[in-house]
């Protein structure tokens, strides 16, 4: 049986013989040239390796049982003025059961960390509904730890089974890497980053629209030209105080908004063009939406000043009620384990730019 563990690159052959000789010779050579070989740098980007993983089932009492794998590992030693853009990318199908997986960055340094997770639930494969069946998820978001400290960021899928037997879902492809390690941050000097906290924004027919994930007002260094925006919901199907047709499903209308105002308090130009409508089966429970606008322009028209806000209009349109959810709490650190954490969930960052 294929291990459900993530295996391991082979390591590349130890140069012999002739080949060591040969090596020696040319370092060498450089070395008597003024030439010194590169310090080896930490890793920064590392590729998934394809593996299949078990989601644990049901317990019989009707507990929670979460396999946590880790698929990679990057490493960064960063300035306590520093942020780094993290992204995660994780490809999964194959299911043999209905199963929840969870796509979890988990980023750590001496005396804190900051964490992010998405997920929904992957359909068994062969059930006619491709779109569920074969996903993909990206987690990503800005890391400032505000201290001169050496971070090391893991991807982990979690993963468990939605009936009582166990199931298994294959990561085809993934990579978890800093896609940025120098982002700009405002004036204040911290990451221009907002998580929803703990909880379910409810949007139904009564309450339809939520404004969430949101960025409150920042102001950035006069310069930048352009903003680069991303607004992630996780979206859950039917609240927990509700009642729920669970063969139905829930739709929504999601529509990031970016504006940028002038020094007496009104408006100076907004943008809304990133926009996506969702309908989500009960089934698929909760799912990822990422919205992004790469460039939003900073105007220098009278009154103009760099002061920005962002948000996720989330509009609840018909179905089951639904939810925008914030910070997951009491995440198991491995399957099985009494120390647990939590990780946000929708939230929404800027990385301003000038070109």
């Not at 459900?4 to 450089?30: E, F, I, Q, Y």
């Not at 068994?124 to 971070?151: C, F, M």
């Not at 929803?196 to 339809?208: N, Q």
């Not at 919901?233 to 509700?242: F, G, K, L, R």
């Amino acid at each position: 049986m294929e291990s459900l563990d993530r295996t391991r690159t082979p390591l590349r052959p130890a140069v012999r013989g002739n080949g060591l000789r040969k090596l020696a010779a040319v370092v060498l050579s450089l070395a008597l040239l003024g030439f010194t070989a590169p310090q080896a740098s930490a890793a920064t980007h590392d590729d998934f390796t394809p593996v299949t993983v078990l989601g644990p089932g049901v317990p019989p009492d009707g507990s929670s049982d979460q396999n946590v794998v880790a698929l990679g590992t990057v490493t960064l030693s960063m300035s306590s003025t520093q942020t780094a853009y993290v992204v995660s990318v994780m490809r999964v199908n194959s299911a043999t059961l209905r199963t929840l997986v969870d796509n979890e960055v988990v980023c750590k340094w001496a005396g804190g960390s900051k964490n992010m997770v998405v997920g929904q639930n992957v359909y068994k494969q062969g059930g006619g509904n491709a779109q569920w069946e074969d996903i993909s998820l990206t987690t990503r978001y800005l890391l400032h730890p505000g201290v001169a400290t050496n971070v090391t960021c893991t991807t982990y899928i979690r993963t468990a089974s939605l009936g009582f037997d166990d199931s298994t879902v294959r990561v085809v492809s993934g990579y978890l890497r800093f896609a940025d390690t120098s982002v700009a941050n405002n004036t204040a000097g911290t990451a221009i980053q907002n998580s929803v906290p703990p909880g379910l924004r409810r949007v139904d027919a009564t309450t339809p629209i939520v404004r969430e994930p949101s960025l409150p007002m920042f102001d950035t260094a006069p310069g930048f030209t352009g903003l680069s925006v991303f607004g992630d919901t996780e979206y859950m199907v039917c609240h927990t105080s509700s009642t729920c047709d669970k063969s139905g499903s829930s739709q929504a209308r999601f529509t990031l908004f970016v504006n940028q105002w002038k020094a007496d308090g009104t408006l100076c130009h907004s943008d809304s063009s990133a926009t996506v409508t969702k309908s989500v089966p009960y089934s698929v429970h909760h799912v990822y939406v990422p919205l992004h606008q790469p460039d939003f322009r900073v105007r220098a028209d009278a009154g103009c000043i760099p002061r920005f806000n962002a948000y996720v209009l989330v509009q609840w349109l018909s179905g089951e009620t639904g939810a925008v959810q914030g910070t997951a709490v009491g995440l198991t650190d491995s399957r099985g384990s009494t120390s647990k954490h939590n990780s946000d969930m929708s939230h929404a960052y800027a990385v301003p730019y000038t070109s």
